[in-house]
């Protein structure tokens, strides 16, 4: 007697189907829908995902292959390669951001506080973006260079549980600022960039909005010191500045803080530029050093799962794809948040990747997935008889 759906049951049912429909009707997502539901389309998408599948041959392939093992899901009938193109095609990608967003949720709830390395109380936040290339002959629409094309997926990780918080999907000549320009940050928190969101006009809106930032200083920067400060251990220098530059000057007045930290390891200066000034040096260079987490999270994401080979070449289809990722990796770390099991991201996707329709609980199977099911209580039934199968045993001779 199967005391539990599959695994990949127990995780859709993760999601609120009344929510659910609320964001269909919202987005307008099965308007002039005949047959073939968005929650069938979203199962289909997040199959695609969790078991990377290749193409919507696959999928549909992978589905109708279990297909006494989708009642559970929700689903009817696994979709035909046409129906799943066309809803790829037209269906809105805006209710697969909206689904990310309300799985965010659950995974700050259950995020871990003990992952915060620092100990003081403000929020800390990475910014960055990483680019997806495109063959243009496949992706007309995706410009970026005269024979490449692009998108890039701009993102804000929350090192508490190191989740994103934010993400945006643009093509590939958007610039970085432009996107940061756009986004809201909460009084009090630390965000952490690189190199190319250097903007002063921008760093002086967070100045007067009472927002922290910690950045890489450009070696051409024009500035006079009004103070020094004491240094110690690896610290070169620890400095309140003035921009003096005509144009810099203009758009950021206010007084910054530059730390000249030498690197152990390559034995060359990191200069790092901030608009903290009470901080100790090295917890600036602590901070930046966290921003990291970022691009292991890119990397993370494009080696485990399906965000570098795409099951449709519209926009659309493309963003749908690269929606459902950033929510099986949601999904991802939550189990790995609930596990007590020491998971790491890649064989937590593999071993889920080979048990999604595994009979089995999956708060169990995850604490112990090496562990076996003891059988019923009863005689073992031997199996079918060679004569059964059209076959007669082998006879030994003595």
């Known amino acids: ?165 934010f993400a945006c999907i643009t093509d590939g000549k958007k610039d970085d600022r432009a996107v940061a320009r756009g986004v809201s940050l909460a009084k009090g928190s630390f965000v952490v960039v690189d190199r190319g969101y250097t903007d002063f006009g921008l760093f002086s809106r967070w100045t007067e909005s009472g927002i922290f930032f910690v950045t890489r200083q450009k070696q051409n920067a024009d500035y006079i010191v009004a103070e020094h400060r004491p240094v110690d251990r690896n610290i070169l220098a620890d400095e309140i500045i003035e921009l003096v530059g005509l144009k810099s000057h203009a758009q950021c007045p206010h007084l910054l803080r530059r730390v000249v930290m030498l690197d152990p ?51 659309n289809a493309l963003r749908i794809q690269i929606w459902t990722a950033l929510i099986a990796m949601l999904l991802i770390k939550f189990l790995q948040f609930k596990a007590r099991f020491r998971w790491s991201l890649s064989n937590l996707v593999a071993f889920l990747r080979w048990n999604l329709f595994t009979y089995r609980n999956l708060w169990d199977w995850i604490d112990s997935p090496f562990e076996t099911i003891p059988l019923p209580p009863g005689p073992v039934q031997n199996p079918l008889p060679f004569s059964a199968l059209g076959q007669e045993p082998l006879k030994t001779t003595t």
Request: glycine share 4%; net charge positive; aromatic share 12%.
């Open 1 to 165: 007697m199967v005391r539990y759906a599959s695994l990949f049951s127990q995780l859709i049912a993760m999601f609120n189907r009344q929510r659910f429909h609320e964001f269909v009707y919202r987005h307008r997502s099965e308007r002039y829908a005949k047959g073939y539901s968005s929650w069938e389309h979203f199962v289909a998408m997040l199959f695609c995902q969790l078991a990377q599948a290749k193409s919507l041959r696959e999928i549909s392939g992978g589905l109708a292959s279990c297909l006494g093992k989708l009642k559970h899901l929700g689903v009817k009938s696994a979709p035909n390669k046409s129906t799943l193109s066309y809803a790829n095609a037209h269906r809105p990608w805006q209710l697969f951001e909206s689904l990310f967003y309300q799985m965010l949720q659950h995974c700050q709830q259950a995020a871990p506080g003990k992952l915060k390395r620092f100990r003081f109380k403000n929020k800390l936040l990475s910014m960055d973006s990483t680019t997806i290339p495109l063959c243009l002959n496949l992706f007309p629409w995706a410009h970026f260079r005269t024979t490449k094309g692009a998108v890039k997926l701009h993102m804000l990780l929350d090192h508490d549980g190191y989740l994103p918080s």
């Open 265 to 315: 390891d390559s034995d060359q200066s990191l200069l790092f530029l901030t608009n903290h000034l009470r901080l100790a040096a090295t917890t600036i260079c602590a901070i930046y050093k966290d921003r990291w987490q970022i691009e292991t999270f890119f990397k993370a994401l494009k080696q485990n799962l399906k965000i570098k080979t795409f099951v449709g070449t519209s926009e």
